[in-house]
């Protein structure tokens, strides 16, 4: 059995539909969406709609502002748009179509943090299936899947402005971890909580990273937990007992899909 396993999309739409060459099946573990570029201003929904300035502006907030900075500038940014709602879910859409159309493989697909899991069911069909909160067998093996980011615990979900990020309370998320049955292997976008793996050497800071991830992971000592979020992790994998934990890449950045096979 061949499976490929991406992360962090992010818009590459033709990088994705060579994904699934030559395997069983596609895992993808979300951030389809390419909401803001880190690199390229001019690209994503924010410099397209609100322009580069903005872009670079969120960047650099980002990477050093406070949480509470960020939200207030990038609220104010959209306010400046009529029916800014309409607008962002239009852009979405229109990379759901090219994204999700690129999907040929047979695919089990769960949301990032910059995604809209609400628009998600529209693109579901055979072939295509929605797995977020489910465990799966794939090929004689029980894949368990959690989409999403928890918030650090005892913050709320506040919004933003018309985009609000899939990021869940701290308890509403470890919920959905603990609700998975055993597990061969663990499919999330978010990393367990190991230091190595949340930290970002290029912003200099941890990413969001989920204890009860690690909890399964020392519960069910599957072969693989496999997932993204953090686009430079100081340490790309990290064993944990018997547990290969892999973030499987930026897939942006690389096209080149993480191959499991058994």
């Known amino acids: 059995m061949r499976v490929h396993v991406v992360s962090d999309v992010h ?20 951030d389809l969406v390419h909401y803001v570029d880190y690199r390229d201003p001019e690209s994503g929904i924010l410099g397209r709609v609100l322009g580069p300035e903005v872009s670079a ?9 406070g949480r509470d900075e960020l939200i207030r500038f990038i609220r104010d940014a959209w306010a400046r ?9 239009e852009a979405v859409l229109e990379q759901y179509d090219r994204l999700f159309g690129a999907l040929t493989a047979p695919t089990y697909a769960i949301p990032g943090n910059v995604d809209m899991p609400r628009l998600w069911p529209r693109y579901a069909r055979p072939g295509l299936t929605l797995a977020d909160g489910q465990v799966l067998e794939i090929g004689g093996l029980r894949f368990g899947f959690v989409g999403g980011v928890p918030l650090p615990p005892g913050v709320e ?16 998320y470890a919920a959905a971890v603990k609700a998975l049955d055993r597990v061969d292997v663990l499919c999330s976008h978010t990393p367990p909580a190991v230091p190595e793996l949340a930290y970002d050497v290029v912003t200099r ?11 399964v992971i020392q519960r069910d000592r599957p072969r693989a937990a496999l997932f993204g979020h953090v686009h430079q992790p100081l340490a790309p994998r990290v064993r944990v007992g018997r547990t290969e934990c892999v973030n499987v890449g930026h897939f942006r950045a690389t096209g080149t899909p993480y191959v499991l096979r058994w």
């Open 157 to 172: 979900r506040r919004a933003s402005g018309p985009w609000t990020p899939h990021l869940l309370p701290a308890d509403e």
């Open 11 to 30: 818009g590459a739409a033709e990088a994705l539909a060579r994904a699934g060459d030559g395997a069983d099946a596609l895992i993808v573990l979300g």
């Open 57 to 65: 502006e969120f960047a650099r907030l980002r990477r050093t502002g």
């Open 205 to 215: 800071r941890a990413e969001a990273s989920s204890p009860e991830l690690l909890d």
């Open 81 to 89: 748009i009529p029916d800014a709602p309409a607008v962002v879910e």
